[in-house]
């Protein structure tokens, strides 16, 4: 099985460099592409697999094929891979918004993966929820999979929509937990901590609170009602989140996030078929 990866973007070289050193494939297996001759010459220095500038000289060979460049690139793009592509070739695709039918119309094939990963994947904490076109068949969802994980953990979901859906939870979601703890390191300072204890208090007692969750049955209301006594401290923040209906916010916040994604899918559409 060879893979080809196409665009050494951050997110790209996050999935070549873990593909790379899983127990999947080789480097005689993986080749990643990109059209940048800086980058490409960096991406020799790392000596991992084979890098190439033309597509030609290494799409042919590829049976998964990851595409991992910006959404606005792919008429220009796919222009350029149809003539390439082989109908058993699996596309992997993880731009934002691009449907499986415009990939299937714009490159010609038909079995397509449509994923969509979150930035912990640089560091192998990653979640990638991805769902498939009907030509793909279980092995080969299966081989997805595997591929998928090297960069974390990964969700089989039903329809292009619980894309769209996951992109408002794991997709933008770090993005949630970084602005909550920038508010939190914000507060520690006011109460006179420095910028070093204050980062060391909120990323602590996240990892903690996140691995006290991982490894018991308990709800996060659990959890909470654990920590929290009547009339104590924790109690008091967590009756000042209720007043100002900090839940309802977050919950809006993950559904703009859904409703951007399904915008961003309609306007990527109309784009590949204008």
């Not at 979901?157 to 920038?182: H, K, R, W």
Request: glycine share 6%; with cysteine.
């Amino acid at each position: 099985m060879k893979v080809l990866v196409i665009g050494a973007g951050n997110m790209g070289l996050a999935y070549a460099k873990a593909l790379v050193k899983s127990e999947y494939l080789s480097k005689s297996n993986l080749m990643i592409s990109d059209t940048d001759p800086a980058r490409t010459e960096e991406l020799k220095k790392i000596s991992r697999f084979d890098v190439y500038v033309n597509l030609k000289d290494c799409l042919p060979k590829a049976d998964i094929v990851f595409i991992a460049v910006k959404p606005y690139h792919t008429e220009e793009l796919f222009a350029e891979l149809k003539p390439m592509t082989k109908k058993d070739q699996v596309i992997v695709s993880l731009m934002a918004g691009v449907k499986i039918k415009s990939i299937q119309e714009g490159l010609g094939i038909v079995k397509v993966v449509r994923a969509m990963p979150n930035l912990p994947a640089q560091i192998g904490k990653g979640l990638t929820s991805f769902t498939t076109s009907a030509e793909v068949s279980r092995l080969e969802t299966s081989t997805v999979q595997q591929l998928l994980n090297t960069t974390g953990k990964s969700v089989h979901l039903d329809t292009e929509n619980d894309i769209d859906a996951s992109t408002g939870i794991s997709g933008s979601g770090p993005a949630y937990v970084f602005y909550f703890m920038q508010s939190m390191m914000e507060a520690a300072k006011k109460m006179g901590f420095s910028d070093h204890d204050s980062k060391v208090l909120v990323s602590q007692t996240f990892e903690g609170a996140v691995e006290l969750f991982n490894q018991s049955d308990l709800t996060p209301t659990s959890w909470m009602n654990k920590v929290a006594s009547k009339g104590g401290t924790t109690r008091a923040a967590l009756d000042s989140m209720d007043d100002n209906n900090i839940k309802d916010l977050i919950e809006e916040a993950a559904y703009a996030a859904f409703n951007r994604a399904v915008e961003l899918g309609k306007e990527q559409n109309k784009s590949t078929h204008a």
